[in-house]
């Protein structure tokens, strides 16, 4: 009788040591002094990566990803953070690891990848299951993963399963057609069941939809759908090994792979780049063209406009290129999350792009407003057409009603912007910069009008319509009534002051005070400076929006003025760039082949819009006074006697008094001011 009860109580005790498990605690003080890591101080971090950590049988270690692996408080919420190609790592000596429970103390964004077993995403974590010595759990995603507590089950008596045991490639089996690259996919006839013999990624995965992927050496890419129930789930980027089975077929004119068989467990994870979407913002022409090639391909595009999804999740996606409008169908197969509205707004969509019926269609992966640009960029960049809206706050300078419409006048008011177009080689800088304006353009609505002209700041974000005549006189003709900015008084303007001496650099649309003396040539009114250094220089005078007509203008006499200035016709630009990038599959590729040849580019000054070598580029320009100060009790020979000048400390004119120092120049016209 005691012998039976030993031996009952040697297989308990052999149970129980089958069944071991091991928590880390990462989101407690207590959990974090059990494991030796100094406790970080509100909003910084501990990095972990040089330690060690030991609990029971196992072991933690972990590599660094784009940031340091690190222990993080927020505000006393402490958390470990694996960031972007960063890992952690669980080991034994003894036994194998069974099983890894990590629980997430931000379910946002949270996502591992394993190179041995499995893992399952569930809502507060993910679930590793396998037969290891060591596992090893890397996050692949954008941002990081933040791990409240990780429990490892150990089996101390198990044998864990050798590289070589784990399922990998299939043998070859000579009885079939192997598949070297998914390129030849859409030459083999329908029906053929072939054995893939290359290492392809996963590009996206969504229910029965995955979408492989392959580089070839040259770095073009090529894609291509498994359909169907595959029986697991990969993270983005992770790489099937070579020797897994499946079927070509065409349904409704898109290549599938249809009855996939043998795909393994991922080998690795290819770099983040290689699986993001290709940017195709501009060349939806090029991507809807027959025989184009992009089905099954990632794209992602800025700038385009939605239309409402009907009960089936059909929609219509619009870019406008090149002066024309582009369509493209969309059917919401992912059930991708959709704006309830879409009038004036524009939207970046990403996703994958399909045929149906031989027409080519969008399933979108995600839908989002866009945010904006700066008006810099809106005119610097921007073409005809083109729907905009600007993130900036935009103040009013003036409105005018005539036969070019009810327009109000708005500035940024930037002396200086962020250079941000090499920002992804790692290279910005401050660049010195004159306040660009624009007309918004009301229509025939003029109660919108006179709720617009008298507000002082425009919202950010609230501008925004289609942009108009950039290359002359830039204007955004509206699409939705902008907000005010509640509370938000309009800065001292950087208004330019202009006294017409030298060459005058201007732009179409722009505000400014301009100083001159007045004469007319064939009848047609013109203002002038008599001392100037530009041979013939006269500018041709529009009294459409002035608060004095022509009649009440003296000739000879010098006259203040605020104006705006309009352009007639758009000057010649050299500075388009001459290495446009290549349109169609293979053209568009090109950013995966440059992704390891990138390197740091100086950011040129961006030129202006302005002449630089026409002798009489001021007859390009008309000046539209708003308001004129007429001179009293003075006559032509005194006037240029009368002005009263105001300069800033830089000699620029302003005809106002602005915040800091002002020189006064009275009694007479100064020509020039030297400090």
């Known amino acids: 009788m005691k012998r039976i009860y030993t031996l009952l109580c040697l297989m308990w005790v052999a149970v129980m040591s089958w069944a071991t498990d091991v928590t880390f605690t990462f989101n407690t003080e207590a959990g974090l002094t059990a494991l030796g890591i100094e406790l970080p101080a509100a909003s910084n971090g501990t990095n972990i990566a040089d330690m060690t950590l030991t609990n029971g049988p196992v072991t933690m270690t972990s590599a660094n990803g784009n940031t340091p692996t690190r222990i993080w408080n927020s505000q006393g919420n402490y958390a470990l953070r694996v960031y972007t190609n960063g890992?952690?790592?669980?080991?034994?000596?003894?036994?194998?690891?069974?099983?890894?429970?990590?629980?997430?103390?931000?379910?946002?964004?949270?996502?591992?990848?394993?190179?041995?077993?499995?893992?399952?995403?569930?809502?507060?974590?993910?679930?590793?299951?396998g037969n290891a010595g060591s596992v090893t759990l890397a996050h692949t995603d954008a941002k990081n993963s933040q791990v409240a507590t990780v429990t490892v089950t150990v089996d101390e008596s198990a044998t864990p399963d050798e590289p070589g045991d784990t399922p990998g490639e299939e043998p070859v089996d000579p009885s079939l057609q192997q598949l070297a690259s998914l390129e030849?996919?859409?030459?083999?006839?329908?029906?053929?069941?072939?054995?893939?013999?290359?290492?392809?990624?996963?590009?996206?995965?969504?229910?029965q939809y995955l979408y492989i992927q392959q580089l070839s050496e040259e770095g073009d890419a090529f894609g291509a759908l498994i359909y169907g129930n595959v029986g697991r789930e990969y993270n983005m980027g992770a790489v099937i090994p070579a020797g897994w089975k499946g079927t070509k077929t065409t349904y409704k004119g898109l290549v599938e792979i249809t009855q996939a068989s043998g795909l393994g467990n991922a080998t690795s994870i290819v770099d983040e780049y290689d699986y993001s979407a290709f940017d195709v913002t501009g060349q939806l022409s090029t991507v809807i063209q027959p025989e184009s090639g992009w089905e099954n391909y990632k794209v992602v595009m800025e700038g385009v406009q939605l239309s409402t999804i009907d009960e089936k999740g059909n929609f219509t996606i619009t870019s406008k290129e090149n002066g024309q409008e582009v369509s493209l169908a969309g059917y919401n197969r992912f059930g991708a999350e959709y704006p309830e509205t879409v009038q004036g707004e524009t939207f970046t969509v990403e996703g994958m792009v399909s045929i149906y019926n031989d027409a080519y269609q969008l399933y979108p992966i995600s839908i989002s407003v866009d945010e904006g640009e700066r008006l810099w960029k809106v005119w610097y960049f921007g073409e005809d057409e083109d729907q905009v809206k600007v993130v900036d706050s935009l103040y009013v300078v003036a409105a005018t009603q005539g036969e070019d419409g009810n327009l109000v006048y708005v500035t940024d008011n930037a002396t200086k912007i962020f250079y941000d177009l090499y920002a992804e080689w790692g290279y910005t800088e401050w660049i010195d910069w004159s306040p660009d304006y624009v007309a918004l353009d009301c229509g025939t609505d003029a109660a919108l009008f006179q709720a617009l002209?008298?507000?002082?700041?425009?919202?950010?974000?609230?501008?925004?319509?289609?942009?108009?005549?950039?290359?002359?006189?830039?204007?955004?003709?509206?699409?939705?009534?902008?907000?005010?900015?509640a509370g938000a008084e309009a800065p001292e303007l950087n208004l330019l002051s202009y006294d017409l001496a030298g060459e005058t650099y201007t732009n179409g649309n722009q505000v400014s005070y301009v100083s001159g003396t007045y004469t007319v040539i064939d009848g047609q009114p013109y203002l002038?400076?008599?001392?100037?250094?530009?041979?013939?220089?006269?500018?041709?005078?529009?009294?459409?929006?002035?608060?004095?007509?022509?009649?009440?203008?003296?000739?000879?006499?010098?006259?203040?003025?605020?104006?705006?200035?309009?352009q007639h016709e758009e000057w010649e630009d050299d500075t388009e760039p001459t290495n446009a990038p290549a349109k169609g599959v293979k053209g568009l590729q090109q950013r995966i082949k440059g992704h390891s040849q990138r390197a740091m580019k100086a950011a040129k000054s961006v030129a202006r819009r302005m002449p630089t070598n026409a002798a009489d580029y001021y007859t390009n320009y008309t000046?539209?006074?708003?308001?004129?100060?007429?001179?009293?009790?003075?006559?032509?020979?005194?006037?240029?006697?009368?002005?009263?000048?105001?300069?800033?400390m830089g000699g620029l004119r302003t005809n106002r008094m602005h915040k800091g120092v002002n020189i006064i120049v009275s009694g007479g016209k100064a020509h020039k001011v030297v400090f």
Request: charged fraction near 10%; hydrophobic fraction near 40%.
């Open 453 to 485: 002209s008298q507000m002082k700041v425009i919202a950010p974000g609230t501008v925004r319509g289609t942009l108009m005549d950039n290359g002359t006189n830039p204007r955004i003709v509206l699409s939705a009534a902008p907000q005010e900015l």
């Open 528 to 566: 002038y400076n008599p001392a100037t250094t530009v041979s013939g220089q006269k500018f041709l005078l529009d009294f459409a929006y002035a608060d004095h007509t022509q009649a009440e203008m003296q000739e000879g006499v010098q006259y203040n003025m605020f104006v705006v200035w309009k």
């Open 623 to 648: 000046i539209c006074p708003i308001s004129i100060e007429m001179p009293n009790g003075v006559n032509s020979l005194n006037a240029t006697t009368a002005t009263t000048g105001i300069y800033t």
């Open 184 to 207: 030849d996919l859409y030459d083999l006839p329908d029906g053929t069941t072939f054995q893939c013999s290359a290492e392809v990624y996963v590009n996206y995965q969504n229910g």
């Open 87 to 129: 890992s952690i790592t669980f080991s034994v000596k003894a036994g194998a690891i069974k099983n890894i429970v990590v629980t997430a103390a931000n379910t946002s964004n949270f996502q591992f990848a394993a190179t041995t077993g499995q893992i399952e995403a569930q809502a507060e974590g993910c679930t590793w299951t």
